[in-house]
């Protein structure tokens, strides 16, 4: 879940890119945040960019 100091500097998208799934070792079709289905730990990956990223320390084999 994302946190925020000032509400008035974000704001709710429902665009249809936010609906899929990833696997892990899949690249990432845009630069943002992802976070784990199954352990809910997040990472930030860049487009075209395996995830989750290199040098990041996940063990669970869930869906990004």
Do not use: N, W
Not at 28 to 56: K, M, N
């Amino acid at each position: 879940m994302a946190l925020f100091k000032d509400a008035a500097l974000v704001r709710q998208s429902m665009e249809a890119r936010f609906d899929p799934v990833y696997s892990i070792g899949e690249l990432a079709p845009y630069s943002g945040i992802y976070r784990c289905d199954d352990c809910h730990q997040e990472c930030v990956s860049t487009e075209g960019h395996r995830l989750p990223p290199d040098g990041f320390s996940h063990s669970c084999e869930g869906k990004v």
